[in-house]
Each structure stands twice: as structure tokens, then as C-alpha cells.
């Protein structure tokens, strides 16, 4: 059974930093996409960073220059990097991967998330 567990969240000050890690465990065939999505209370889940099998990462407007995501050593860890946090930048912080199984069916896999709280 493939599962992803994100850790790492916490509450930080106004200006502060944070590092979220994201692991997947489980058999797999391909990771084509790994990425950190975003819910703040009453507003819809959004994409903070993500990164693709070649290196190719892609950032969301509002984080942009402060934020930065990699994928450890082992290709199935990943992680986002959060310096100059802002208060709006409090949300639950969702872990996704998708990509092929050894049957080679497709997958999109959620973690349980991750609190991260900045208080100013």
C-alpha cells in the first residue's frame, strides 16, 4: 500500500521559517509529479510548488522568491523550504504524488497534512 506522510509543521513568528518534509512509502513504479498544496480556513485548497520527474519546479504567485521545493537524495522524499512566512501563509499543507505503479495504473496519492501557523 503506498502512502505519503508530510511532517514537520508547526507554529513560527511572523518572518520565520520552516521546513516541511514529505515521504512516500509503498511500491511504486514511476514519480512523475510530486507537489505542496495549500487550505486555508473557508477558502479552496491551491498549489504552493511542485516538481516533475526532470528537475522542472513551478511556484504559486503568492510564494514565489520564498518558498523552494526539492526532492531528497531518495527519490521518493520531498521537501519545501519556507523562509519569510507571513501570517496568510497559515493553512493545513498537503503533500500529493502521482505517477505509475508497477501494473502501470496511474496514481494520485494525498498525505494526511500538516498544520503550519504563523502568528504576527
Known amino acids: 500500500q503506498v502512502q505519503l506522510a508530510e511532517s514537520w509543521g508547526g507554529l513560527v513568528q511572523s518572518g520565520g521559517s520552516l521546513r516541511l518534509s514529505c515521504v512516500l512509502s509503498g511500491t511504486i513504479s514511476t514519480i512523475n509529479h510530486m507537489g505542496w498544496y495549500r487550505q486555508a480556513p473557508g477558502a479552496q485548497r491551491e498549489l504552493v510548488a511542485s516538481?516533475?520527474?526532470?528537475?522542472?519546479?513551478n511556484y504559486g504567485d503568492s510564494v514565489k522568491g520564498r518558498f523552494t521545493i526539492s526532492k531528497g537524495n531518495a527519490k521518493n522524499t520531498m521537501y519545501l523550504q519556507m523562509n519569510s512566512l507571513k501570517p496568510e501563509d497559515t493553512a493545513v499543507y498537503y503533500c500529493?504524488?502521482?505517477?505509475?505503479?508497477?501494473?502501470?495504473?496511474?496514481?494520485?496519492?494525498w498525505g494526511q497534512g500538516t498544520q503550519v501557523t504563523v502568528s504576527s
Open positions: 500529493n504524488a502521482r505517477g505509475l505503479l508497477v501494473d502501470l495504473r496511474s496514481y494520485d496519492y
Open positions: 516538481i516533475i520527474s526532470d528537475g522542472t519546479t
